[in-house]
């Protein structure tokens, strides 16, 4: 029996790899701690009925469920982090009445991968900004997002900006229902241009022909005239295009900025603006967002709110590397004499390894050792 295969779509990280995720983990947290970001630490494992809101179908087939033991309740495992955020923020830190803003780093869980190439274990890694609906509060957290992956070494970022309130705003002037609704936005999500022509083909004038010009209203900054002059005259379109030229102005210069208003490709939380960062070489976006205002209002406080995350496993083989330490040996037959000093040394930073068999510097990955001396003990060159 080969019991050592993992399940489809889940790995191991290894020793250098390890050094490599740890070390760029730590440097983003660090960067979002300069912002003014607090680390949060939610559970891995909640009531399923916090993990998800009514009617979030995708991030529902994206969680794993089970019964708890103790209460009978339906657990699931979380598939991703910014709802439980958004619970933190709306219960547990009730009492701001400012902005706060959260990070989080940690692995979430999905029943199915995200593509091919993808983990069912992404390490995410996000910060989210709440009790602020301005423009500058957008800005903010792309800036984040793009220098943290610059950080990291991804070169060449291009950022796409969408609105899912252009495609509400249509939805609901056409009267569609909810199913229907939903239809189309998977369809636009996924790009399939045939099956928004499809879904679109009962719809009157001039919603059909809204629907059918999202999928090719995506390009450079004139792409959003072009939107004013095809989609119909509605406040919720309006209000949307015009927030998008004012974020695309500001972000100048910090990315190749493009827009698709068709991007829908957020979770169904998400409630205005997103956002996505690509880079050569990657056939997905290496980070997403959005605005998911009032997303906590089912924890008792609804609040603005937008942020991003990505999946640091995504960038494993562009991070930084990361060399361990050498370090110092000490053989067996010295202990525990020398338990005193070994002490003080890993105290000090040293990484000290006793050896048991005998082996080489090399083997050990050591390049000093504890040896006694008159005085004591002596790290000397390993020989």
Request: glycine share 10%; with cysteine; proline share 4%.
């Amino acid at each position: 029996m080969r019991n050592w295969l993992l399940p489809e779509h889940i790995a191991d990280i290894l020793p250098a790899t390890a050094r490599q995720v740890e070390s760029a983990k730590s440097a983003m947290l660090d960067l979002f701690r300069c912002a003014g970001y607090e680390l949060v630490s939610p559970p891995l494992i909640e009531y399923v009925d916090s993990l998800l809101s009514e009617g979030d179908d995708a991030l529902d087939l994206k969680t794993f469920k089970l019964v708890d033991q103790l209460s009978g309740r339906q657990l699931g495992l979380r598939a991703d982090i910014t709802p439980q955020v958004a619970r933190i923020d709306a219960h547990l830190l009730s009492g701001r009445r400012g902005v706060t803003r959260l990070c989080y780093a940690g692995s979430v869980v999905h029943a199915l991968p995200a593509g091919l190439m993808s983990s069912r274990e992404p390490l995410q890694v996000g910060a989210e900004l709440y009790g602020y609906a301005g423009i500058e509060a957008d800005e903010e957290i792309i800036a984040l997002m793009l220098e943290a992956l610059t950080q990291v070494g991804v070169q060449g970022l291009r950022l796409d900006l969408g609105h899912v309130g252009i495609f509400r705003a249509i939805a609901a002037a056409a009267g569609l229902s909810h199913a229907a609704t939903r239809e189309l936005f998977l369809a636009l999500q996924g790009k399939d241009v045939g099956a928004v022509h499809d879904l679109a083909a009962t719809l009157a004038e001039p919603y059909r022909g809204a629907m059918i010009a999202l999928t090719e209203l995506y390009g450079p900054v004139d792409v959003l005239e072009r939107a004013r002059a095809v989609l119909p005259a509605l406040p919720g379109i309006d209000a949307a295009l015009n927030q998008l030229a004012a974020l695309g102005e500001a972000l100048k210069g910090q990315a190749e900025v493009g827009f698709d208003l068709a991007e829908l490709r957020g979770d169904d939380y998400h409630t205005g603006l997103v956002f996505a960062a690509y880079a050569p070489g990657w056939s997905e976006a290496l980070a997403r967002g959005g605005r998911y205002d009032n997303v906590g209002e089912r924890f008792g406080r609804a609040r603005p709110a937008t942020g991003f995350s990505l999946d640091l496993r995504d960038l494993i083989r562009i991070l930084p590397e990361r060399d361990s330490v050498r370090g110092i040996r000490v053989a067996a037959q010295h202990l525990p004499q020398a338990a005193e000093e070994i002490a003080r040394l890993r105290a000090a930073g040293e990484v000290v390894l006793i050896d048991y068999l005998g082996e080489s510097a090399e083997a050990l990955y050591c390049d000093r050792e504890l040896l006694p001396a008159d005085s004591g003990w002596q790290v000397v060159a390993f020989h």
